[in-house]
């Protein structure tokens, strides 16, 4: 056999990597990709290696080396600086001449004669200096013309070893990390039917207040005409009355369907204009995608062939049994015509891109194919690679997992079904601590149109209060179903339902946002606290400490520098005073076991000071039932 020996180094075990490379890690703007690998070779030859990346559209790659962290274990890390994809490897290869230096110091310290290590080294140098440039290339040949072993030392093995010989290196298979805007990690939303307000005009006036609160991102149920056939009355009663103004999620009638607006909220230039107010707000309209229509829609009777028809010839609508959905058909995926209906309905979120809009929050994405979201975001997001899509899918985790991976930006979580302390920690443990971090941006919602936990219902005031600081404080991305929330509307449509009475998905509700006892002050400070302090901006470096009381939950949220610490307090018993001792580690928090120190409460600025890891707590639900503490 001739030619070159096969390759000696071995690279296994690398982090992260999802599924063999089949999907893409996230990260945003800005963040570091740390990437470990275990990297050894047969026998004692030392091993250098580096992790390459570059983004799709260069063509060179840049290359950090990795460090060896022991026991085969090697890190490096780089940052990703544009938006869209990044491809990152590993080169491993064997060191020849840090082989020969470390075995040259051996022998120089057991007083062995050396004469032929340094015509190896010489040698050595030589090559390296062929591949060297510049001074360093001068530098190399000098010494390799008169090695004498004085002037072997760390400096040079070093300098020789940043010119290697590749010829025989192992290569890692190219690996993914899709960039996102900043915003894909940090956010703030708040839901409010627009119908509700008004107009499109109406909204605007709203602007100021919402952006006031600390939101970002104003996230509109659809917005489009609502189909008559079927339509659902008050609390989804079977039949609407005279008047009423259905669901917006039973889209379409004869005045339009995924490309049109309702005509009682204005025209498109309405929105347009709406669209341009919330961005000098610094706010984003997000827009709800339903991928479904009323019996009403144009696409039915213009594209019969992409619904399910029944044995008798009509439309099968949709049913979760026993539940019966007689408004809403939804699409066949699966037909024959398959190829015209996705292209269509992408089209349906280009042309709302054309309007300006960026954000989407996807209704039930579980029940169509993953292939089609796949395909879908991955090609839209080749022209707008700052695109955001929140999955709303409460379902199986692997199936939310998946939808994830394959190009969702957000995903709606169990967060609101998690209330107890271990729920809450065993929970966040998993979204933060272990691979699941790596593809997977939890949004937090404590309540949605759809969604009003038992918690809230029982709890009051002080329940709400929980929900929000659990969620504004546990997650970098949270929102709430607003003027609801605002007011702690609490009440289900019978005892055993997490739906609310009098719902404003059937009915158009108007509120006094500032009727006692509303919480938009409240609701301010906590979405305030959350932009003074980076540390809350993330979901990295959250971790849980121990309080010797089930009722309260105590967590910390740091910046890798430690110079902005934010420590977290909650208690769940929205009706009872409870108190506990806090324990603190302190040396990783960047605290000084001696020395007393003091915590600011950012929620009404009280101060504390405290000493060593373990200090009183106790909080008062009806006063206040949370801390959110800065270390001073």
């Not at 369907?257 to 204009?273: M, S």
């Not at 395909?375 to 695109?387: A, H, P, S, T």
Request: a negative charge; hydrophobic letters at 35%.
């Amino acid at each position: 056999m001739t030619g070159q020996p096969p390759p000696r180094v071995v690279i296994r075990g690398v982090q992260p990597e999802l599924e063999c490379g089949r999907f893409a890690i996230k990260r945003v703007i800005g963040e570091s990709v740390v990437v470990e690998a275990d990297i050894f070779a047969d026998g004692h030859d030392a091993v250098a290696a580096v992790v390459r990346y570059r983004h799709e559209d260069d063509q060179a790659w840049s290359e950090v080396p990795m460090d060896a962290l022991g026991n085969d274990r090697w890190r490096a890390e780089f940052t990703v600086e544009v938006l869209g994809h990044y491809i990152y490897t590993i080169s491993g290869w064997i060191d020849s001449f840090q082989t020969w230096y470390k075995d040259f110091l051996k022998r120089v310290a057991a007083g062995q004669d050396v004469t032929t290590d340094l015509q190896i080294g010489a040698a050595l140098l030589q090559t390296a200096a062929e591949r060297a440039t510049g001074d360093d290339a001068n530098e190399l040949r000098h010494a390799a013309a008169d090695l004498a072993a004085q002037e072997v030392n760390q400096s040079l093995a070093d300098l020789t070893s940043s010119y290697p010989d590749r010829t025989n290196a192992t290569h890692y298979k190219e690996l993914r990390v899709t960039v996102d805007p900043i915003k894909a990690r940090f956010s703030t939303w708040y839901e409010m039917f627009p119908r509700s307000r008004g107009t499109f005009k109406d909204c605007e006036g709203m602007l100021p207040e919402i952006a006031a609160m600390g939101f970002d991102i104003l996230y509109f149920p659809p917005i489009h005409p609502i189909g008559e056939s079927f339509r659902k009355g008050k609390n989804n009663s079977p039949k609407a009355r005279s008047g009423e103004p259905g669901s917006p999620w039973g889209i379409g009638s004869r005045e339009g369907g995924h490309k049109a607006i309702h005509p009682d909220l204005g025209t498109l230039d309405d929105f347009r204009h709406l669209v341009d107010a919330a961005k000098q707000n610094g706010i984003d309209i997000a827009l709800d995608l339903a991928y479904q229509c009323s019996p009403d829609h144009p696409y039915v009777k213009q594209h019969p062939e992409w619904f399910r028809h029944r044995p008798d010839g009509s439309i099968q609508y949709a049913e979760n049994p026993p539940k019966k959905y007689e408004d809403i058909y939804p699409f066949e995926f699966a037909s024959p015509y398959w190829r015209s209906l996705w292209e269509e309905l992408k089209s349906i979120v280009e042309y709302w891109i054309d309007q300006g809009v960026r954000i989407f929050r996807v209704d039930n994405p579980h029940t169509k194919p993953f292939d089609f979201w796949e395909w879908m975001i991955r090609d839209l997001k080749k022209k707008n690679q700052d695109l955001i899509f929140l999955s709303e899918a409460f379902t199986r985790p692997n199936i939310m997992y998946r939808l994830a991976k394959l190009g969702f930006t957000q995903s709606y979580t169990y967060f609101t079904w998690r209330n107890t302390k271990r729920e809450l920690t065993d929970y966040f443990t998993e979204l933060t601590q272990t691979e699941v971090r790596q593809f997977f941006r939890p949004n937090l919602w404590p309540n949605t149109p759809d969604i009003l936990h038992e918690y809230l219902q029982r709890g009051g005031r002080p329940a709400f209060m929980v929900r929000l600081v659990l969620a504004a404080t546990l997650g970098s991305n949270y929102g709430i179903y607003g003027p609801a929330y605002e007011l702690c509307e609490n009440v289900p449509r019978e005892p055993g339902s997490e739906e609310y009475r009098d719902s404003e998905k059937y009915e158009i509700k108007n509120r006094n946002p500032h009727d006692p006892p509303g919480l938009r002050s409240f609701i301010s400070r906590v979405n305030a606290i959350r932009k003074e302090n980076p540390a809350l901006q993330t979901n990295e470096g959250l971790r849980f400490h121990a309080i010797d009381n089930e009722q309260l939950i105590a967590y910390s949220k740091r910046t890798p520098d430690r110079k902005n610490v934010i420590v977290t307090v909650v208690n769940l018993d929205p009706v009872w005073k409870q108190s506990g001792f806090l324990e603190l580690p302190l040396e990783e928090l960047g605290i000084d076991l001696r020395r007393p120190y003091q915590v600011v409460d950012l929620l009404n600025g009280a101060k504390f000071s405290w000493q060593g890891p373990r200090n009183y707590v106790e909080l008062r639900p009806h006063e206040m039932p949370a801390h959110i503490l800065r270390k001073e």
